[in-house]
């Protein structure tokens, strides 16, 4: 038993900040292009043509019933076996897309799903032209729906880009990796960065709201 | 030389896969445990044991469950217990599964109705005896398909145990390739066989929820 010593770890902050960066980046990246194909998977789904409904049913399977670690291993170890060259970085963002992408993918179909035919019926009684229709009746509530969802699973994204630590890339459980070699101060290294995570899904949440509170506005009128 | 890929490695696997399992369950007891004890703090009459419960379960979903394996792995050590990486993936595992269920199990008891609260009451049961007669008989009914769905997390999440050395499907994977130098076989096999164990999984908790919206209908 021996006292918790921090100072090795803390004279390698600003490893510590280009990791979170390095973190930053990975996750805005792979929930930008998690969108789209989470978007591109929910239209196919539901667009009652059975071989891209099926497509995208079996992608989404196949993401979330196995380990994000062995997706990993597949994309970086399994692609260069047939030929494909791939970095350590381009993998994980390829990885993390997919990955997210599938499971943005089931929240975006469940939000189209909360829209009801009646609405859309109510909206053309009124008058409103198909673009008016399609902003305020269709796009704004389906999200206004799912952005809880969306957004925790945005945070997950952030949590799961640890993973790739295993491929070397240098995010934040990467280099507290690397410091624990350096310093020998190992559960200091990863108390730090357990502490950056936390405080990383704390600002995440604090600017999903904040964005929250700005698109559905309407929400909050008169409280 | 290289070995190749064959059915003596699938073999492999499929024994590597029966530790996968065996991780999951102590994973899935341990956080049946902490994750009772969680979700009876998070409801209780007093408010500091609901801030309790509710900082832990902050700070485990608001961490990697990698970095909390490590902690578990480094931590045990620390306090000058030699563990076996086994026992560190377990608690790891087990510190993840009880913020989780503790949360599913909340939704579950509080999803049963104030009118049940009104009614045990009102034969004179105390909060234990209202939890243990009335509340939790109801609430387990509630909480089976989304536990159920959670073990598929708790399954593939094993996975990570494989980083801090235990040897389980994933870590099996990472040998076979390295003997054969077929990385792309090898993975897929692997994958494949956590499909079969998580779609299985995944269709329990699917057809539990089916039942259960048809006896909540009728």
């Not at chain 1, 405080?199 to 929250?212: E, M």
């Not at chain 2, 870590?171 to 299985?200: D, M």
Request: hydrophobic residues 55%; proline residues 3%; charged residues 10%.
């Amino acid at each position: 038993m021996s006292y918790l010593d921090f100072s090795g770890t803390f004279l390698r902050a600003n490893l510590f900040v280009d990791a979170a960066i390095m973190t930053i980046v990975l996750s805005a990246i792979a929930t930008v292009l998690g969108m789209i194909v989470g978007i591109v998977g929910a239209a196919m789904r539901l667009s009652g043509n059975r071989v891209l409904s099926a497509i995208s049913a079996f992608y989404v399977e196949l993401i979330r019933n196995t380990p994000f670690l062995v997706q990993i291993y597949i994309v970086y170890f399994g692609l260069p076996a047939v030929g494909v060259r791939i970095t350590a970085f381009n993998a994980a963002i390829l990885s993390l897309t997919f990955y997210a992408g599938a499971y943005i993918t089931e929240i975006v179909r469940a939000g189209v799903l909360t829209v009801d035919k009646g609405q859309l019926e109510a909206a053309r009684t009124l008058g409103m032209s198909p673009g008016l229709t399609f902003r305020h009746v269709v796009l704004v509530p389906a999200l206004s729906a799912i952005f809880p969802a969306l957004t925790s699973q945005f945070v997950l994204i952030m949590l799961a880009s640890s993973v790739v630590s295993v491929i070397s890339v240098p995010e934040l459980t990467g280099v507290a990796n690397d410091i624990q070699g350096m310093t020998f101060r190992s559960l200091e290294a990863f108390l730090v960065v357990a502490a950056i995570y936390l405080a990383l899904t704390a600002a995440f949440k604090g600017v999903y709201a904040a964005i929250d509170r700005f698109i559905f506005s309407y929400r909050y009128v008169g409280r | 030389m290289f070995q190749t890929f064959s059915v003596a490695h699938v073999g492999y696997l499929l024994q590597a896969a029966l530790w996968t399992l065996a991780l999951s369950g102590i994973a899935l007891v341990g956080g049946s445990i902490g994750g009772a004890l969680i979700a009876l703090l998070r409801v209780s009459l007093y408010a500091p044991l609901r801030w309790i419960a509710q900082v832990y379960i902050y700070v485990v979903q608001g961490t990697p469950l990698l970095v909390l394996l490590f902690i578990a792995y480094f931590g045990t050590k620390y306090l000058g217990i030699d563990t076996p990486p086994i026992v560190a993936a377990a608690a790891g595992l087990t510190l993840y599964a009880s913020a989780f269920l503790g949360e599913i199990w909340r939704g579950s008891v509080q999803s049963v109705g104030r009118g049940q609260w009104e009614g045990s009451e009102a034969l004179g049961l105390n909060w234990p005896q209202s939890m243990r007669y009335v509340i939790i008989p109801q609430a387990i009914r509630v909480s089976i398909p989304p536990t159920v769905g959670f073990s598929v997390q708790v399954v593939k999440n094993s996975a990570l145990a494989s980083i801090v050395g235990f040897i389980e499907l994933t870590r099996a994977g990472q040998i076979v390739a390295g003997a054969t130098f077929q990385p792309l076989q090898v993975y897929l096999t692997v994958a494949a066989i956590y499909f079969v164990i998580c779609s299985a999984l995944s269709y329990a908790s699917r057809a539990f929820d089916r039942r259960m919206s048809a006896t909540a209908a009728s």
